[in-house]
């Protein structure tokens, strides 16, 4: 008798996108793009947000996470997939394969518990204008981006822990471009009932939990704007509430389109889920800097202080004389 704990399986084996073989050179430099697109996105977003004061604000703190997350999500698999893509060589070893299903899981959970939190703070924002400062103070902004990544650390410990204990035998090919836990647990030898039902009971409980925030949040958000409507105050909620709404319809978008058939994986599936690690972090960064006016004030100062310090390099001693009239 084997041990349940022990694995007959070295490496798995992924088979990817379903691209034809002559389109694979197309392909490649496409999510190349992307990932390039998505990773330089985000971190100028949180670069901006870290050099700019006027944005040190409970918002953009939690909008720096969310960049990071998003950023860090797509690094998970994007990079294996182009690695593959490039040497046709699509194994990975388990012990690669359950890390890589680790951090998929983590970011995953942390980008849902963050839009949570965030859709609280826009509420307290318009719901609570007055008492806002008070409410959203910064020692209970850190605990609620420390508590995002505990559970998220958690959540992903529990599946990985429970996943590790399966045994998997004879078939060792995922049909998926990276190690989802879905596509892995139908390729145990192992009974999975204990891992369905912890993904079903754990799974409900977070999506109606932080859905549950997001929706109450914009319930008491258009109620607020309904009580006293004004072209003034529905233009401010707009702005305010836009970008994170159309961030959260993206999120939970995609990610019901891989979950909801995830009983048959198949090509439609795996489009669902190049647009949640790919195209939605991709998207981010643009839907908040062109919604955004202070991220694109931010942007612009950046810019001018870029132009200036090169402009300082060529003219030292004009530059020396004239620091007082640029730099405040």
């Given at each position: ?28 430099t496409?999510?190349l ?8 996105g985000?971190?100028l ?10 944005l ?35 194994s ?24 949570a ?13 007055l ?27 529990l599946?990985t822990?429970?996943?590790v ?31 369905e ?8 409980i ?7 925030i ?6 008491r958000i ?21 970008s994170h ?23 439609k ?60």
């Open positions: 008798m084997r041990p349940e704990n022990q694995s007959s399986v070295s490496q798995f084996l992924l088979l990817g996108l379903p691209i034809p073989p002559g389109q694979q050179g197309v392909f490649f496409l999510f793009g992307m990932y390039l697109t998505t990773v330089l985000n971190l977003i949180i670069l901006l947000i870290r050099l700019d004061s006027r040190h604000t409970p918002m953009y703190f939690f909008l720096s996470h969310l960049a990071f997350s998003d950023s860090s999500l797509s690094s998970v698999t994007v990079p294996k997939m182009l690695m593959d893509m490039q040497t046709r060589q699509q990975i070893s388990y012990g690669g394969c359950i890390s890589q299903l680790y951090f998929f899981i983590l970011f995953g959970a942390l980008d849902n518990f963050l839009l939190v965030m859709a609280y703070d826009r509420h307290v924002a318009i719901c609570h204008p008492h806002y400062t008070t409410i959203m103070r910064e020692r209970l902004c850190v605990l609620l981006v420390a508590g995002s990544w505990i559970l998220s650390c958690g959540q992903s410990l599946h822990l429970l996943l204990r399966l045994s998997f035998c004879a078939d060792n090919a995922i049909i998926h471009f990276f190690c989802d836990l879905a596509a892995l647990l139908k390729l145990s030898c192992s009974d999975t009932s204990l891992n039902l912890v993904i079903f009971t754990e799974g409900t977070i999506l109606f939990l932080c859905f549950g997001i929706l109450g949040s914009y319930i258009g109620t607020t704007i309904l009580r006293a409507p004004s072209t003034k105050r529905l233009f401010k909620a707009f702005s305010t509430c836009g709404v159309s961030v959260v319809s993206l999120y939970y978008g995609t990610s019901a389109g891989i979950y909801i058939s995830s009983s048959s994986w198949g090509s599936d795996i489009i669902a889920s190049v647009m949640y690690m790919v195209v939605t972090p991709m998207l981010n960064p643009f839907i908040y800097s062109l919604r955004n006016r202070d991220i694109k004030q931010a942007l612009e100062v950046c810019v001018k202080r870029i132009k200036f310090l090169k402009w300082q390099s060529l003219n030292p001693l004009v530059a020396v004389r004239s620091t007082g009239k640029y730099i405040s």
